[in-house]
């Protein structure tokens, strides 16, 4: 078996050595984006109010196709689907009791 090879300390004068060499070559491989534009054929709205205050003015008609989407999602599950999707949705599917329960002792009280 090999003996393990000791490393040498190196002294700060070489790791500044080999901290310039990796900052070249990560400065040769990069390369810096200052001129920026924005695609004038697609609608781009960048003014927001502020997050606690309804603006009127900013509101349009409501989308009846989103909204009517976005209320089938929230829905339960039962109320969405006809049967479970899934094993864990089998487990409290059906709550209507199987049997009905009648209660005796109220039939035949004499009150």
């Known amino acids: 078996m090999a003996r393990p090879v000791e490393k040498i300390p190196k002294d700060a004068v070489q790791q500044l050595a080999i901290d310039r060499e990796n900052i070249r070559k990560v400065l040769r491989s990069q390369k810096l984006y200052m001129k920026f534009n924005i695609n004038s054929y697609t609608k781009f709205h960048c003014i927001t109010g502020k997050p606690n205050v ?11 196709n989103l909204s009517r989407i976005l209320r089938q999602k929230f829905m339960e599950p039962r109320m969405k689907y006809t049967m ?4 864990a949705q089998e487990i409290g599917w059906i709550t ?16």
């Open 54 to 64: 309804r603006d009127v003015e900013a509101e349009g008609e409501e989308d009846q």
């Open 84 to 87: 479970p999707q899934t094993e």
């Open 96 to 111: 209507t009791p199987l049997v009905r329960t009648q209660n005796l002792w109220k039939n035949h009280s004499p009150v």
